[in-house]
C-alpha cells in the first residue's frame, strides 16, 4: 500500500478550520483508494511568532522538504501587522516559496455550473470555462537585477534566462497533455526582448510536445480575451508579472475566492494551498468555505501523487455538495437550498466520496 508524508501548515485565522476539512476529505478517500498518508504538522505564520519568537521556523523548512508534498492554509492577521518587516507572517511565506524553490505556480479558474450566477460576467461567457494559469513564480522583473529607486526615478529589471523559460514551459506543455492539449504563452514580444526570448524558447520546447498545441498572445489581448471569451483558453503560460495579474483576473470568473485552490510546484517539493488568505474577519466563527482548501488537497493528490482516481472523486464529489444545493454563508444568495457551516461542508463532501 502506498505511503505518502504530507505536511501540513494551518497557519491562522480560518487556516486551521479549512485544513481540517481537507484533511477529513483526504483520509476518506484514502481509505477508499486504498493509500495512506502521513501528516506532520509544522507552524509558520502568526502562531509561529506567538511560539517561537519567528514567523518561519527551520524545523518547518525541513519537515516540508522532507515530506512528498505540503498542504497549507493561510497565515497573517492584524495581531502582527505592527511588528517589524522580517518578523511578520508574509515575510516568512515569501521566505518560504523562495526556500522551496517553487517556481511553477498553478492557479486553475473552474466555473461551476452550479454557481454560474455567482460571476460577475454573464452565464453565456462563463460556462464551462476549465482554464489554468501557469505562471513561473520566482524569475522575471520582481526580482531582476538592477533595481533600485532614487529622489528622481525608480528601476526594475525584467529578466528570463533560456533554463528558466525551458522549465515553466514544460511544466505547461505536460499539464496540457493531461487536460485539454492546448497551451496559450502570453507575452509581450512586440515591445520586449526578454518577451522575444520567452516565445523562441516557448515554440522550440513547442516541438517536444507534437500532442498539443501552441498559440502566442500579447498580454494586453490576453486580458481582454479572458473577459471576453475566456472558454477559448486551456493552458495560460506565462510570466511572473504577466501572470500575477492574469491569474487574479481569471479566478474572478468563478465568482467567490472560497472556491479557488492553486498549486507552487518546484524541483524539491509542492505546495498546495487556497488562494485566499487567513480571513481573520470571519475566523473562529465556522462560516468559512473549505472549498478552495480540499480542491487544494485534490491538486497534492493530482500533481504531486499521481493519485489521479481520488483526485477525480474529490473534485466530483464537491460538485455533487454544490449541485445538491449545500453554501456555506459566503455563498448563501446563489441557489442555496442549504447553508451549512465549514464542517458540515467537509462532512458532506467527505460522505459524497463514499
Ligand atoms: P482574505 O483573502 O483573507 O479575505 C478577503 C475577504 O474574503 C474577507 O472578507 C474574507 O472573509 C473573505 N474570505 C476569504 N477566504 C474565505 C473563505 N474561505 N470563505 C469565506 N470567505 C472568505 O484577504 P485579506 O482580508 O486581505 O487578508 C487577511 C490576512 O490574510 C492578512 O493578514 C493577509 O496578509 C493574509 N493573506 C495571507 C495569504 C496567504 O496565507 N497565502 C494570502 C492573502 C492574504
Redesign the pocket.
Known sequence: MANYKISIIK?????PE?VDEAMKVLDRVAYKCGFSLEYSEYLM??IAVDMTGVPLPDETIQGVLNSDACL???????K??TLPRELR??SG?LKFRKEMGVFANLRPAVVYDELINASSLKPEVVKGVDLMVVRELIGGIYFGEPRGKDDFKGWNTMVYSVPEIERIAHVAFKLAQKRRKKVCSVDKANVLDVSQLWRDTVTKIAVEYPDVELSHMYVDNAAMQLIANPRQFDVILTGNIFGDILSDEASMLSG???LLPSASTGEKTAVY??????????AGQG???????ISSASMMLRYSLGEEKAADMIDSAIKKALSEGYR???LAAFDAKEVVS?SEMGDIIANYID
Not at 11 to 15: E, L, N
Not at 72 to 78: H, L, R, T
Not at 273 to 278: A, K, L, Q, V, Y
Not at 287 to 293: F, K, Q
Open positions: 497557519g491562522d485565522g480560518i487556516g479549512i505564520g502568526g497549507f492554509g493561510a497565515i497573517g492577521g492584524a502582527w501587522d507572517p508574509e511565506l467567490s475566492i472560497g494551498e487556497p488562494i485566499h488568505g487567513s480571513a481573520p474577519d470571519i462560516i468559512a468555505n473549505p472549498i478552495a482548501t456555506t454563508k459566503d465549514t
